[in-house]
Nanobody, 127 residues
């Protein structure tokens, strides 16, 4: 079964850190770009970090300098390290796979064009 499974979410205080993982099963991530998206209550899902198959990255301005995407193809897993978390980072975080190696294939296309999504993991930043 082809799927993406996120893990690592939770409750953290402002200024804290979390590392999310997105593990693929049923296919190899080697040739796929991965996007990390988030959706807060009442808001649209938005891309926050993108990583290409060659590990080039792109970040939303709101997380630049605080979030880092990386990949471990041996583990078929992509990570999102989130530091200096803020209450406004609270959201459900999703990973998604692009149909090509360029992160444009997942982060710069309509959400409806992205076929493979994980189930999401909740991140809550609160004191």
């Amino acid at each position: 079964q082809v799927q993406l499974v996120e893990s690592g979410g939770g409750l953290v205080q402002p200024g804290g850190s979390l590392r999310l993982a997105c593990e693929a099963s049923g296919f190899s991530l080697d040739d796929s770009a991965i996007g990390w998206f988030r959706q807060a209550p009442g808001k649209e899902r938005e891309p926050v970090a993108c990583i290409s198959s060659s590990s080039s990255t792109h970040y939303a301005d709101s997380v630049k300098g605080r979030f880092t995407a990386s990949r471990d193809n041996a583990k078929n897993t992509v990570y999102l390290q989130m530091n200096s978390l803020k209450p406004e980072d609270t959201a459900v975080y999703f990973c998604a796979a692009g149909e090509a190696g360029s992160y444009y294939s997942v982060c710069f296309v309509p959400l409806s064009a992205v076929e493979l999504w994980g189930q999401g993991t909740q991140v809550t930043v609160s004191s």
